[in-house]
């Protein structure tokens, strides 16, 4: 089973709890990609990921690319 957590609020302390909360389940994977080519990598790996669940958090606020190619890193 996949999960996506989705932030559509600004950075608050909350946001930073519901972080905290999901990094503490036992077995679960947590991925929060820095932008888009980030996001498809994580996509990749929470897709490849069998060993149990997985769950990709976003941010609303726009950033810049840190990378504009796909890695297999």
Same mark, same amino acid.
């Given at each position: 089973?996949?999960?996506?957590?989705?932030?559509? *609020?600004?950075? =608050? $302390?909350?946001?930073?709890? =519901?972080?905290? %909360? %999901?990094?503490? &389940?036992?077995?679960?994977? /947590?991925?929060?990609?820095?932008?888009? /080519?980030?996001? $498809?990598?994580?996509?990749? &790996?929470?897709?490849?990921?069998?060993?149990?669940?997985? $769950? %990709?958090?976003?941010?609303?606020?726009? %950033? *810049?690319? /840190?990378? &504009?190619? &796909?890695?297999?890193?």
């Amino acid at each position: 089973m996949k999960a996506v957590f989705l932030d559509y *609020e600004t950075v =608050s $302390a909350g946001d930073l709890d =519901s972080g905290r %909360l %999901l990094r503490a &389940i036992p077995g679960l994977v /947590v991925l929060r990609p820095a932008d888009a /080519v980030e996001a $498809a990598e994580c996509w990749q &790996i929470a897709m490849n990921h069998r060993t149990g669940p997985c $769950a %990709l958090m976003f941010a609303r606020q726009p %950033l *810049e690319a /840190v990378r &504009i190619h &796909i890695s297999d890193e």
